[in-house]
């Protein structure tokens, strides 16, 4: 076992590196005497001197002083506080090449956490976007005020520093606009803004949301408290200078925290939603509903899924982490029937509501966790065909994967947002099911994110009893 003795690199020593490779945070990976050293900004092929800013016993992270051979993918990033906000890890990777390195991430992760002989395995390449940029739907910007003066953006990276963004390069030009009215507004009317450190001031959040096929717009306020001063003014005012604003909502959070919603919230003009459109299906999106970001690369990923569940009209299909249904009813065409569950009771509330919209009367809804319903439905004769499960980061619970193996669906449809914790559930089910294909989907261009859609299958003599 190496111990901390074993490690040749000191804080602040210069060295030279070579880049071999991408991390799954989107930093450049080299080794110096066999350690290995993490460095942002850095991209493979690339010769670098860098500087040590941090030393662990088993890597050291480093930051570039100079390169000397630079890749002939690198471009200039089109954000300005690109390296503060550390939104987006990749502007300086010409997009087809992020691509390419997305893919080679889910081939790292595999090789790392699994037995599966990748050159046997069919990985797709990535499917990109026609135009990667100003695709988020939602801009979520936490409010600061300065000498009168209304800045609204994000915590820098790794620090408490509040970056002004003026125009994210991958926000939807809309919300960009719609954010920045409101930020003058606020400042018009000198509305007081939250300050963290005194924990005075009321404004603390301003997000905004708009569907992007039907152009309507949506302005959440997120308040210390309930009374809002001039909240007839602002109401007025934002109206006016987004023509396009359908639903003005307050949300109230008084508490010392990092999550962004409270408990309570208020419409104070307009609908309490806004529509928006995926394919042939209509949604409802409230202030706190759960949307994809990108619904453009949405519709790709879920088509993909589809693909890969290839019903024949007939199966029973598990939308296991179902949120409001958006999955299930993309395949309800094509099922026999689909079951879903979720933990968030107003999303199975949700995803009830959007199949009754679509006239979908081969689905049922029902809050919990896959791990302790879908036993009970299988111990009572119902045994599903087709699992579809879209986790979180964290990956597929244990139980869950104890209650697949069990359950012995025909296939498994996955869709992950992390190739670390993919590859991991995928050596835990692999005693019964083999891996088909990945289709790497890129949700999130410029950034280190990768999606992917995989077929998994019972295995023959699994399913041969």
């Known amino acids: 076992m190496k111990t901390e003795q074993n490690i ?14 991408l991390g799954i945070n989107g930093e450049g990976v080299g080794y110096f005497k066999k350690q290995v050293v993490f460095v942002p900004g ?22 570039i002083k100079k390169i000397r051979i630079k890749s002939p993918h690198r471009v200039q990033p089109l954000c300005p506080v690109y390296d ?6 990749l502007q300086h990777l010409k997009y087809d090449q992020q691509l390419k390195e997305k893919r080679d991430i889910i081939i790292q992760s595999l090789e790392r956490h699994t037995k599966v002989d990748i050159n046997k395995l069919d990985i797709r390449k990535t499917i990109g976007m026609e135009e990667p940029w100003g695709y988020r ?7 600061k005020a300065i000498d009168g003066k209304v800045l609204a953006g994000l915590y820098g990276l790794n620090s408490h520093q509040l970056i002004n963004i003026d125009e994210c390069a991958v926000q939807h030009a809309q919300t960009n606009e719609a954010t920045a009215a409101i930020k003058r507004i606020l400042e018009e009317l000198k509305i007081p803004i939250y300050n963290e450190k005194s924990r005075k001031g009321i404004v603390r959040t301003i997000v905004t949301r708009v569907g992007i096929e039907t152009g309507e717009l949506q302005v959440v306020l997120i308040t210390t408290q309930k009374e809002l001063p001039k909240v007839d003014t602002i109401i007025q005012e934002i109206q006016k200078r987004l023509p396009n604003v359908k ?33 042939d299906l209509q949604f409802e999106l409230s202030a706190r509903t759960f949307f994809q970001l990108n ?33 299930g009813l993309w395949l309800a065409d094509q099922a026999g029937e689909v079951r879903g569950m979720d933990v968030i009771t107003e999303s199975i509330e949700d995803a009830k509501k959007n199949a009754k919209r679509h006239g979908l009367t081969n689905t049922k809804y029902v809050p919990g966790k896959a791990e302790e319903v879908l036993p009970k439905w299988v111990k009572k004769g119902w045994k599903p065909d087709v699992i579809v499960v879209d986790p979180p980061r964290t990956g ?27 590859a991991k559930d995928i050596q835990a089910l692999s005693g019964k099911y083999d891996v088909k294909y990945i289709q790497p989907v890129d949700m999130f261009p410029h950034t280190a994110h990768v999606e992917c859609v995989s077929q998994i299958v019972l295995k023959e003599e699994a399913g041969t009893q």
């Open 137 to 143: 739907n939602k801009s979520s910007f936490q409010v």
């Open 42 to 63: 850095a991209l493979p092929g690339e010769e670098v001197v860098v500087e040590a800013t941090k030393i662990n016993p088993k890597f050291a992270e480093a930051k």
């Open 84 to 89: 503060q906000c550390g939104g987006c890890q």
């Open 247 to 279: 639903s003005i909502v307050q949300n109230i959070n008084g508490q010392k925290t990092s999550l962004i919603f409270g408990e309570e919230t208020l419409s104070l003009a307009g609908e309490d939603f806004i529509q928006e459109t995926l394919g």
């Open 396 to 422: 597929l619970e244990g139980q869950l994967i104890q209650t697949i193996l069990q359950a012995e669906p025909k296939k498994l449809i996955y869709i992950s947002c992390n190739p670390s914790t993919l």
């Open 295 to 327: 619904p453009v690369q949405t519709v790709k990923l879920y088509n993909e899924v589809k693909k890969a569940a290839a019903l024949t009209g007939q199966e029973k299909v598990v939308d296991a982490y179902c949120g409001v249904g958006t999955i």
């Open 8 to 21: 040749k690199i000191e804080l602040n020593q210069t060295f030279p590196l070579t880049i071999k490779r």
